[in-house]
C-alpha cells in the first residue's frame, strides 16, 4: 500500500524529523517530495536493491555524497531485497545472467558449502543478471513513479 502524499508531508514535517535534520545539518532537499526527488530515490533504491550485497542501506547513504534524491524512499526501496526475498530474486538474476552470457545454470542448493565450492563459477552470471535488473527497474520505477506522481498531482488540482 502506498502512502498518500499528504501523509508523508505530515511524517516529514514532524518536528522530531525536522530537529534531527537540522542537528546534523542535512539539506531538506534528501526529504523533499518533489516529482524529480521522488523518482530519483525509488531509482536509487530500487538499483542498489538489486545488486548482491551486504549494508545495501549504507550503500545509499554514501550516495548522498554524490546526487540529491529522497533519502527515506530511498532506504525503503532497499528493503524489496529482504532476508525471504533475497534467494528468490537472486536465483532469477543468476539465471538471467546465464542466459545472457549463454552459460549452462547449475543446479543450486541452499547450503553455505555449495555455495563456498561454486561462487566462482556463479558469481559473474549472477552479478551480470543482477546489472541487468538493476538497470532495467530502477529506470522503469523512476518514470512509473514519476508518471503516477504527476497524474496524482494533476488529478488533485482539477
Do not use: H
Request: proline letters at 5%; one cysteine or more; a positive charge.
Amino acid at each position: 500500500m502506498l502512502i498518500p502524499k499528504k501523509n508523508l508531508k505530515k511524517i516529514i514535517k514532524n518536528q522530531t524529523i525536522q530537529d534531527l535534520l537540522v542537528k546534523y545539518n542535512i539539506s531538506t532537499d534528501y526529504t523533499s517530495l518533489r516529482t524529480r526527488m521522488v523518482a530519483r530515490g525509488v531509482f536509487l533504491g530500487l538499483f542498489i536493491a538489486m545488486i548482491p550485497m551486504p549494508f545495501q542501506m549504507f550503500a545509499v547513504f554514501l550516495f548522498t555524497f554524490v546526487g540529491r534524491f529522497n533519502f527515506p524512499i530511498a532506504i525503503a526501496m532497499c528493503w524489496i531485497t529482504n532476508p525471504f526475498s533475497m534467494p528468490f530474486i537472486y536465483y532469477i538474476e543468476y539465471l538471467t545472467g546465464a542466459f545472457f552470457l549463454n552459460i549452462e545454470p547449475q543446479d543450486v542448493q541452499m547450503s553455505i558449502e555449495w555455495f563456498n565450492e561454486n561462487l566462482d563459477t556463479i558469481v559473474v552470471p549472477l552479478y551480470f543478471g543482477a546489472l541487468v535488473y538493476s538497470l532495467l527497474l530502477s529506470t522503469m520505477g523512476y518514470y512509473l513513479m514519476s508518471y503516477c506522481w504527476k497524474c496524482k498531482n494533476r488529478r488533485r488540482s482539477l
